[in-house]
């Protein structure tokens, strides 16, 4: 095989490598990476259109130095085209005695191997190369790619040069290799390019392969120059916090990582138009670094709903929220309330929408013909009926019109469609649903069936919500990743410790300690948690996640087997579909008539 691999210790680092020797320490600095650029020649400018490998060029360099190159012909098992051989010089003749690819592929693969793979133009030789490995059963390494071309199309203006043409630029950074369509020639010359752009982007705090990778002239350079921030955070899980000259807190976030996480705000993988914007004001970040994610999660959400940063969009305010009241009294009614007491009624929420709540309330005077005034009504009223009397839709305990155990009856229905099964509606509002289709009335059938699914989900929620508020505390473990345990202490709904069991550690020990440092939390009135309803769901599907061992409970954490949850799927799909088409007819200037799901 005619291959060759020399070490060149001679060639050292040039000037405008030098420049980069003050780069910090975010990410993987630039002068520790060992780079493999390559460059093929090609019969043509597909392999999967039948065009093969005729050469391979690589050089590896790291810091500014050429640790080595490899070359090697390729022979292709067919006739090289005239034009490919006037471009490139390589002949039929010169690839007879050849390795083929089946051979010359892995040695390259070799010898790239634990290097960033760098291309001018990287999709065409990138392509080539994973084609051919596939085509062999060979699994490709996990390479990290640079494309020089797309890099130079964001840095490059054409004061610089007149295209991004590998020509061009290599005159341009005044390498002392001029390209000639000869693959090891050409990877030289990609070598002295890199090598200049990144001296221009040192220059504007791009000093990390990740920051590379992510250049973007949208990013500014003031943008760049805040990237020290980052600096004091670690590599774990928890909430950051970005706060301006005021120490006010502009933006809550979390992250499994909370250093690599708020270094991406000042590389390009940030596309949010306000956070650009965020980052301009921001003048530090704090970190505070949790035990696990959930913890970070949760920490997170009570961040946001303390200091309702302007920044976040979600979950400042916890508080705004409507329920749907069934009351006690005489003559129970339902109503819409904003919060929960400790009066025994029965509740349904929360919703985090009055307009959700009001559809919820009427799927249920469709079915239930309560009475919806709002007044008190004592034992025996004497009032006159109402105009819904008079429509069949209430039972007029004003006017003596239902005696208190009929009544009672209905309301207790009612109660258990609330809080064990959805039935009675669900049914009633399919049988009004069907009727209205059938006379082709789908506009209101539609209606009907917003408010049913307005229902069932508020009602699965209520239910999922009351399971785990009702346990006094719930231990419960898994094993991360990283072969260790997480365990998480909750408690009436809401998360009262986290800790993550120490490798050598007895477990039980670490676990009653736990338990024993946990916050003291309350009951809550009514069948809500003693934290947010987004917090409880949260913890809902860490505890409901594969692998999860319930260490502990204290209560009984059911769910009720008739309940709303099994009629989700069916409401699920139907607004799925109904999500589906909208883009399909606003692409086609249809007006979309919603129909109800039979």
Not at 377 to 395: F, I
Not at 480 to 502: F, Q, S, T, Y
Request: aromatic fraction near 6%.
């Amino acid at each position: 095989m005619s291959t060759t691999e020399r070490i060149s210790a001679d060639q050292r680092a040039s000037s405008r490598w030098e420049s980069q020797r003050s780069f910090d320490e975010l990410g993987r600095p630039l002068r520790d990476l060992t780079f493999c650029v390559v460059d093929l020649e090609t019969t043509g400018g597909s392999a999967e259109g039948g065009s093969m490998i005729t050469e391979i060029g690589a050089v590896k360099v790291r810091g500014g130095e050429v640790l080595g190159e490899f070359q090697t012909l390729v022979n292709p098992h067919t006739e090289i085209p005239a034009f490919i051989a006037v471009l490139t010089g390589i002949t039929t003749t010169m690839v007879a005695d050849a390795p083929p690819i089946e051979s010359a592929l892995p040695a390259f693969l070799e010898f790239a191997t634990g290097t960033v793979l760098v291309a001018h133009n990287a999709p065409f030789d990138v392509g080539f190369l994973r084609y051919f490995a596939e085509q062999q059963g060979r699994p490709w390494p996990r390479f990290e790619v640079l494309d020089t071309a797309r890099l130079a199309r964001r840095v490059i203006t054409r004061d610089d040069a007149p295209n991004c043409k590998l020509s061009s630029l290599a005159k341009a950074f005044g390498s002392p290799v001029t390209p000639n369509h000869r693959a090891l020639e050409d990877a030289r010359a990609t070598v002295h390019v890199l090598h200049g752009l990144m001296e221009r982007l040192g220059g504007v705090g791009v000093h990390t392969l990740e920051e590379l990778q992510t250049f973007s002239s949208r990013v500014t350079p003031a943008q760049r120059r805040k990237r020290h921030l980052a600096e004091g955070l670690p590599h774990a899980p928890g909430v950051y916090l970005f706060r301006d000259e005021r120490a006010r807190v502009l933006y809550v976030g979390t992250s499994r990582d909370l250093r690599s996480r708020v270094r991406s705000y000042f590389t390009s993988s940030e596309t949010r138009s306000r956070m650009g914007e965020m980052v301009g004001i921001a003048a530090c970040v704090d970190g505070i670094e949790c035990a696990t994610a959930l913890e970070a999660e949760v920490r997170e959400l009570r961040l946001i709903a303390e200091h309702k940063p302007r920044y976040n969009r979600r979950s400042r305010f916890p508080e705004k929220v409507h329920f749907v009241k069934l009351t006690r009294e005489p003559w129970p009614r339902l109503s819409l309330v904003r919060r929960v007491l400790d009066d025994d009624a029965d509740y349904l929420g929360p919703f985090s929408s009055k307009k959700t709540a009001e559809k919820s309330l009427a799927a249920l005077h469709d079915t239930f013909p309560v009475r919806q005034c709002s007044e008190r009504l004592p034992r025996d009223p004497s009032r006159s009926a109402c105009v819904l009397a008079e429509m069949g839709r209430c039972l007029s305990p004003c006017d003596g019109s239902v005696d208190d155990s009929t009544y009672a009856a209905v309301v207790r229905q009612l109660r258990d469609s609330l809080l064990r099964r959805p039935d009675d509606v669900v049914e009633a509002i399919n049988t009004r649903m069907a009727a209205l289709a059938a006379d082709e009335r789908f506009e209101e059938a539609g209606i009907h069936r917003d408010r049913l699914a307005a229902f069932v989900r508020a009602a699965a929620r209520t239910q999922r919500l009351s399971a785990l508020t009702r346990c006094p505390e719930v231990v419960a473990a898994r094993r991360e990743d990283d072969g260790r345990w997480a365990v998480h202490v909750v408690r009436h709904g809401r998360l009262a410790a986290a800790g993550v069991i120490p490798p050598g550690a007895d477990a039980h020990s670490y676990v009653a300690t736990l338990r024993l440092s946990a916050e003291t939390v309350p009951a809550a009135p009514g069948p809500t948690p003693a934290a947010t309803a987004e917090e409880t769901e949260k913890i809902l599907r860490w505890l409901e996640s594969p692998g999860i061992r319930l260490v502990d409970v204290d209560g009984e954490w059911t769910c009720p087997v008739a309940g709303a949850t099994r009629h989700l799927a069916v409401h699920d799909a139907v607004n799925q579909s109904r999500l589906s088409l909208v883009p399909f007819a606003e692409r086609r200037g249809i007006t979309t008539v919603h129909q109800p799901a039979r």
